[in-house]
């Protein structure tokens, strides 16, 4: 991956992909699969800035899987690869 570090409490999270069969056995075309809400997390900012100047670290790192929001975050595209940059605040749930 390339050098990125997101700023603040940005993460950058790479989709993890669905399932494409559905449970019956039949296989699901991409165009009707909805973007999944499950990730990893490649890089974490260095935390939330406060109002009183400190600053809140992550409670997320690097290699966590990690459930978030259907729309959230920006999508782009580095060295051909897709990844979603979301505020901290976007994710739900690490997964174990």
Known sequence: MSNIKPLYDRVVIKRMEEEKMSAGG????????????????????????????????????????VLFGKYSGTEVKLDGTDYLVVKEDDIFAVLG
């Open 26 to 65: 039949i296989v699901i075309p991409d165009s009707a699969t909805e973007k999944p809400i499950k990730g990893e997390v490649v890089a974490v900012g260095e935390g939330k800035a406060l109002d009183n100047g400190s600053v809140r670290a992550p409670k997320v790192k690097a290699g966590d899987k």
